[in-house]
């Protein structure tokens, strides 16, 4: 899970253009935060569901991103909202994850999309 961690954290510095260490500890907490709160979001009942995918991956870092961006917002006046493709992120590991949680192998959900 480190490399996973440390990929990831790489990934968020060249996707939000940031050289250098000065903000590494403050995007690793953005993004555990980002992970626990998509984990809150979706489930927390099946053992390595999150790991090595990249839906999830991406959703955090999405968050964590927005988070990033969003920081020094505090005033009630403007408000920041999510990207939508957080929200579609989240609804499709939604589905994946209940779809798992069934035992359901036979690559379709009820709805008839292929996984």
Known sequence: MADETDELLDDLKLSL?????????????????????????????????????????????????????NRSATDDVERYETPIALEDLTLSLKELYLVAERGVDDGQTDSGISI
């Not at 995007?27 to 626990?36: G, P």
């Not at 809150?40 to 999830?56: P, W």
């Open 17 to 69: 253009r940031i050289d250098g260490d000065d903000d590494d500890s403050l995007l690793n907490r953005l993004l555990s935060a980002a992970r626990s709160n998509i984990v809150g979001k979706v489930g927390n009942n099946i053992t390595g569901f999150y790991d090595h995918n990249d839906e999830f991956n991406w959703a955090v870092m999405l968050l964590a991103s927005h988070w990033y961006i």
